[in-house]
């Protein structure tokens, strides 16, 4: 087994800010970044300096608005958490904006640039020139405002909750009974959780409405037609064009759909229907209880810890740091935001994971899922510059998908008899070929929406439904249930919260599906070059980071398509 460092915890000693810096306002911060800009540079080792200050600097902020962040997440209904963090969208990111500008034309225009040999810094400045490029002081309180309002959507979500069997359950605890062998259960459950959401649809549509309308006018702020082109540029996609994105929709049209229909079929015919309905797509098929890996979160954190030693002993080290110093909220509550997701603490360098649990299969794959980012954190956490740890999502998505994948040879610690871990594999495999048309429907949804920034409410829907019918069966009946289906992308929160963050999830789960066909060839060495690839963190390009982890940056049809055989195979092994 390949070498792994123990990580030792600690904060580095800061050499540009105080050791006892509090954030308290603005004017706090301000003269840090006074004497950035104002430094003048003679050598190149001062201009390393500098950079390695600013970084200091970059480092904690990231984690001081971490904290903020996470805590708002965690209970949305506390007034004096949801203020400070605020306080933080409003009194300090607009006024620190225009610093953060004048600092990148500092670095761009300082003649010792060309002396930074490192091909990271190379990643690093042209990273920094596309900020330049992109940079309108009128935007600065448009993005405060963007901000600001989109976190309503958590709060909206937040306090969805339904009664079933004389009990309150979060939407999120509640999608346990969809999987109910009982069919009626089911019905009611779906039924109750979807007028539920039917409830605040016009709220969202109205928030959704406010939100378009501040990202356009950002656009056209940048000298851009529409906030599509704008965000293409803004998420740095360095390597890859808006065509290929539209190649990659067409490609799960023809590659993925026909395979998701065939699933779709055997659902039907294992459960011996006549006519599918929408409550009966998560069911469990088998006869048997539906999958349940953990009882309470302590359990899921143990065996998530052995699951991962089982691969490599540092890397359960990795989650039980994570435990010790209390960085881990995984259960579902009232009030509690929705969704999951692993925050890097950029200072001490240990992740934050927050997730929605309650005992359901998806929780265990969402937590790998979080546990692939937490281990990209703690393996970036001593690069040189704050910028170098921090990846676009087509390699970020690549830890975390390909973590799902590859720890599946560990599942046993989650399911100790056989027929369990075969249902679990094979719910996984499905689970991934059935999320590409959904990843698809999202994006070009996305696509249409800000290309179209004056559409109506009805066009709206009347795109939605068009594109999801596009990318998805026509074998499930919806009668009866078209207002809960042309509603179904306001559960995707990324539509809200961070646009146009979702294609990454399909390209990286392609290139998740080659790191564990490697895996499955030769484990230890798959293993080895997914971790020398995290390692690099974004110090080189995405495909060369993928060439690292010995796959290709490719999302090309015949790509797609000889993965997809790849995964009918491995499905039709566990169907046999």
Same mark, same amino acid.
């Given at each position: 087994m390949f070498e792994l460092e123990r990580p030792h915890i600690s904060k580095i000693s800061r050499q540009f800010l105080p050791e006892d810096f509090n954030l308290s306002n603005w004017e706090s911060i301000k003269p840090f970044y006074e004497d950035l800009k104002s430094r003048v540079f003679n050598t190149t080792e001062d201009l390393k300096q500098w950079l390695a200050d600013w970084s200091e600097m970059e480092s904690y902020l990231s984690e001081d608005s971490a904290w903020r962040y996470i805590n708002f997440t965690r209970n949305t209904e506390d007034e004096v958490i949801r203020a400070k963090y605020l306080y933080y969208i409003n009194e300090i990111?607009? &006024?620190? !904006?225009?610093?953060?500008?004048? @600092?990148?034309?500092?670095? $761009?225009?300082?003649?010792?640039?060309?002396?930074?040999?490192d091909e990271a810094y190379d990643i690093y400045i042209r990273s920094v020139k596309n900020e330049v490029e992109l940079y309108r002081e009128e935007n600065i309180p448009l993005f405060t405002k963007s901000e600001e309002e989109a976190q309503k959507y958590a709060d909206i979500v937040s306090q969805m909750t339904i009664h079933h069997d004389g009990q309150e359950f979060t939407l999120a605890q509640a999608a346990k009974f969809l999987k109910d062998p009982d069919r009626n259960v089911r019905k009611e459950v779906y039924e109750k959780m979807n007028a539920r959401r039917a409830v605040d649809a016009d709220a969202l549509d109205t928030l959704?409405?406010?939100?378009?309308?501040? *990202?356009?006018?950002?656009?056209?702020?940048?000298? %851009?037609?529409?906030? *599509? +082109?704008?965000?293409?540029?803004?998420?740095?996609?360095? +390597?890859?064009?808006?065509?290929?994105?539209?190649?990659?929709?067409?490609?799960?049209?023809?590659?993925?759909?026909?395979?998701?229909?065939?699933? $779709?079929?055997?659902?039907?015919?294992?459960?011996?229907?006549?006519?599918?309905?929408?409550?009966?797509?998560?069911?469990?098929?088998?006869?048997?209880?539906a999958l349940r890996p953990y009882e309470n979160s302590k359990e899921l954190v143990e065996k998530t810890i052995k699951c991962f030693e089982k691969m490599h002993p540092i890397l359960g080290d990795y989650i039980r740091i994570m435990d010790e110093m209390g960085y881990l909220d995984l259960e579902s509550r009232k009030g509690k935001a929705p969704g999951g997701y692993n925050y890097p603490l950029d200072e001490i360098g240990i992740p934050f994971i927050f997730m929605n649990s309650s005992g359901k299969f998806r929780d265990l794959v969402t937590m790998l899922h979080e546990g692939g980012h937490a281990i990209h954190s703690f393996l970036t956490r001593n690069l040189k510059l704050n910028a170098f740890k921090h990846t676009p999502s087509e390699v970020a998505e690549l830890a975390s998908m390909s973590m799902e994948l590859i720890s599946m040879d560990a599942w046993e610690v989650f399911f100790n008899h056989p027929d369990d871990l075969k249902r679990a594999k094979q719910e996984q495999l499905e689970g991934i070929i059935e999320i590409l048309p959904w990843i698809a429907s999202v994006d070009k949804f996305q696509n249409w929406i800000y290309t179209h920034p004056?559409?109506?409410?009805?066009?709206?829907?009347?795109? #939605?439904?068009? /594109?999801?019918?596009?990318?998805?069966?026509?074998?499930?009946? #919806?009668?009866?249930?078209?207002?809960?289906?042309?509603?179904? #992308?306001?559960?995707? @929160?990324? $539509?809200?919260?961070?646009? %146009?963050?979702? /294609?990454?999830?399909?390209?990286?789960?392609?290139?998740? @599906? !080659?790191? #564990?066909?490697?895996?499955?060839? +030769?484990?230890?060495?798959?293993?080895?070059?997914?971790?020398? !690839?995290?390692?690099?963190?974004?110090?080189?390009?995405?495909?060369? $980071?993928?060439?690292? !982890?010995?796959?290709?940056? +490719? &999302?090309? *049809?015949?790509?797609?398509?000889?993965?997809?055989?790849? /995964?009918?195979?491995?499905?039709?092994?566990?169907?046999?």
């Open positions: 990111k607009p &006024f620190a !904006a225009p610093y953060e500008h004048d @600092l990148n034309r500092k670095l $761009i225009a300082c003649p010792f640039i060309s002396e930074l040999k959704f409405d406010g939100l378009v309308k501040i *990202r356009h006018q950002i656009a056209l702020n940048a000298g %851009f037609e529409n906030y *599509r +082109d704008y965000k293409f540029k803004a998420l740095g996609r360095f +390597d890859y064009t808006q065509e290929d994105v539209y190649h990659f929709h067409e490609s799960v049209k023809e590659e993925i759909v026909p395979i998701v229909n065939n699933i $779709i079929l055997h659902r039907k015919s294992a459960l011996k229907l006549d006519v599918l309905k929408p409550y009966d797509l998560d069911a469990e098929t088998s006869g048997k209880p004056e559409h109506t409410h009805e066009e709206r829907t009347k795109q #939605w439904l068009a /594109i999801y019918n596009e990318f998805h069966t026509d074998i499930t009946d #919806w009668s009866e249930y078209e207002m809960y289906k042309s509603i179904g #992308w306001q559960r995707q @929160l990324h $539509i809200f919260e961070v646009p %146009f963050y979702y /294609i990454e999830y399909g390209i990286a789960q392609l290139g998740a @599906l !080659a790191v #564990w066909k490697n895996c499955n060839l +030769d484990p230890e060495q798959g293993l080895k070059q997914y971790i020398e !690839a995290l390692r690099l963190g974004y110090t080189r390009s995405v495909p060369e $980071i993928y060439k690292t !982890a010995g796959i290709s940056f +490719d &999302f090309s *049809r015949p790509y797609i398509k000889k993965l997809a055989q790849f /995964i009918n195979a491995e499905l039709e092994k566990l169907n046999s």
